[in-house]
């Protein structure tokens, strides 16, 4: 498994739960989309849960309601609301204080705080640099792609899952902002050696484009913040005529699922992309026409794979858009809402889950690949677009 140091803010829920995965999974559809009802209030409608099981009764109200009592009493709203949200046995469900929530929103708008660097977990539990984002304070520093990570802060990061380890490089909520200090511990070769990097206001590179010998058009999508959907248009219209595409989702934590169903507009002409409920009534989310339909197309996903990701990707392989190559994809299916606390904090509550065209849950699940592969995933997509039609 791997991850970068944005996007990894993991959404904690303070009193001893667990940190969840991924700090952009939080709004797989909400209201930086402009689907929901915002924080602050503002009307708006759209995407929400599909039916396939209940959420805790009073999930909404018991949390509104902690939260207004402990102000009333002069007590902290956001550490009542934490209580009352571990209470409820929403797996998703955080709250967060409003600078925290500001910085995942800017996040969502292409930006981050952070280092720079990708890490992950080899089979042996040490933790290696992945990639290295160009103009970086880690590129500064000298870090290089393929070293060896051993601490962060004197905390020591072989054998840790690779969210923990982002969540050292980020830093907690009160000392993840630009200009602040951490100190990692590397290893190259027989050479280790600290370095104290500043953390930087840093953009996103969610789209990237990589051209493979026969016309073949490789569309990485990193994460669906906000322009991505379009991007991702783009690089098609661009793509040799005829050509083969690989959309590659591995690793993508999620975002806008906006973003999502635009990308989705790229590869089919109309029609459904997934559907959801809001209280009962049955809602569905629709890809603009005019999509490319006729080239050929394979989608790869891992175990990364979440949230929108796994919206676009259902939506692909059920309407028989996208041969799905990989290994099964996360499984979260679920979609959250945020709500505004009485002292400014924000809280995140699952209001359920969407289905793909055909009518099957993600959440918990994931979506198993048409083929299987892991280490070999590229070089199989590669196989697998040139038996789907000419790649040239």
């Not at 959420?55 to 007590?75: S, W």
């Not at 933790?127 to 970086?136: L, M, P, R, T």
């Not at 058009?217 to 991702?232: L, M, N, P, Q, S």
Request: proline fraction near 4%; glycine fraction near 14%; hydrophobic fraction near 40%.
């Amino acid at each position: 498994m791997s991850g970068s140091d944005r996007f990894c803010q993991p959404r904690r829920i303070r009193r001893g739960a667990a940190l969840t995965l991924v700090f952009a999974s939080i709004l797989a559809a909400g209201a930086a989309t402009g689907s929901f009802p915002d924080p602050d209030g503002k009307d708006a409608s759209g995407p929400a849960r599909s039916a396939d099981r209940a959420e805790p009764a009073g999930h909404h109200e018991d949390v509104a309601r902690a939260a207004a009592e402990a102000m009333a009493d002069g007590k902290s709203p956001m550490e009542a609301a934490e209580r009352a949200v571990s209470r409820s046995g929403d797996r998703w469900a955080a709250v967060y204080s409003q600078g925290e929530y500001e910085e995942f929103e800017a996040a969502l708008d292409g930006q981050y705080t952070g280092v720079g660097l990708w890490a992950r977990r080899e089979r042996d539990g040490r933790i290696e640099v992945s990639k290295v984002a160009a103009g970086s304070p880690a590129a500064t520093a000298g870090i290089r792609e393929g070293d060896r990570l051993r601490s962060v802060d004197g905390a020591k990061v072989d054998g840790r899952p690779v969210t923990e380890v982002v969540s050292l490089l980020r830093g907690d909520a009160t000392d993840a902002a630009a200009g602040t200090a951490v100190t990692l511990g590397l290893e190259r070769g027989t050479h280790a050696w600290t370095r104290t990097l500043r953390r930087a206001t840093l953009s996103t590179d969610s789209v990237t484009v990589q051209k493979l010998a026969g016309g073949v058009t490789v569309i990485r999508v990193a994460a669906f913040t906000k322009g991505v959907g379009e991007d991702v248009r783009t690089a098609v219209r661009q793509a040799p005529a005829g050509a083969g595409i690989i959309l590659d989702l591995r690793g993508n934590s999620g975002g806008l699922v906006t973003e999502a169903v635009t990308a989705a507009s790229a590869f089919l002409d109309g029609g459904l992309v997934a559907t959801y409920d809001v209280d009962g009534a049955q809602r569905v989310l629709h890809a603009d026409s005019g999509g490319d339909t006729s080239r050929p197309l394979v989608t790869l996903v891992d175990g990364g794979t979440m949230s929108a990701a796994e919206l676009l990707t259902g939506a692909l392989k059920d309407r028989g858009r996208a041969v799905v190559v990989g290994t099964r994809t996360f499984g979260k299916g679920s979609v959250q809402m945020p709500s505004r606390l009485p002292d400014g904090s924000v809280a995140e509550l699952t209001v359920g889950h969407y289905r793909t065209p055909s009518g099957r849950g993600v959440d918990g699940t994931g979506i198993t690949p048409d083929l299987e592969a892991d280490a070999a995933a590229l070089p199989r997509a590669v196989t697998v677009l040139s038996g789907l039609g000419d790649t040239s």
